[in-house]
Nanobody, 124 residues
Framework: QAHLVESGGGVVQAGGSLSLSCSDS????????VGWFRRAPGKEREFVAS????????YYSDSVRGRFTISRNGAKDAVLLQMTNLELQDTAVYYC?????????????????WGQGTQVTVSS
């Protein structure tokens, strides 16, 4: 059974950078799509970024486009979310999610496996 784990969260000042990683005990994501979502306090879960199985389809939300980059590592056993120029409104719990069908997308229901989340806090 899939057990996604997010890592790399923490506290960073506004304007700083963080890099999140999503992995599952070395299992490869070669055939899966992976998405990142976030939930800020008092708000609904929000799509952040996704990458499909072959890396040719990448989506970003308008709020992070140009600042965040989603990618796979060379071994394809992790998906990274590099976050730069972080803003106060980026503070949230970040979740990675897997679509084992390979396509992913921007909707939470397109994913069948979810991690527990990692906290990202941006301070002023």
């Amino acid at each position: 059974q899939a057990h996604l784990v997010e890592s790399g969260g923490g506290v960073v000042q506004a304007g700083g950078s963080l890099s999140l990683s999503c992995s599952d005990s070395g299992r490869t994501f070669a055939d899966s799509a992976v998405g990142w979502f976030r939930r800020a306090p008092g708000k609904e879960r929000e799509f952040v970024a996704s990458i499909n199985w072959n890396g040719l389809r990448i989506y970003y939300s308008d709020s992070v486009r140009g600042r965040f980059t989603i990618s796979r590592n060379g071994a394809k056993d992790a998906v990274l979310l590099q976050m730069t120029n972080l803003e106060l409104q980026d503070t949230a719990v970040y979740y990675c999610a897997e679509d084992s069908g390979g396509y992913g997308g921007t909707k939470y229901y397109q994913y069948n496996n979810w991690g527990q989340g990692t906290q990202v806090t941006v301070s002023s």
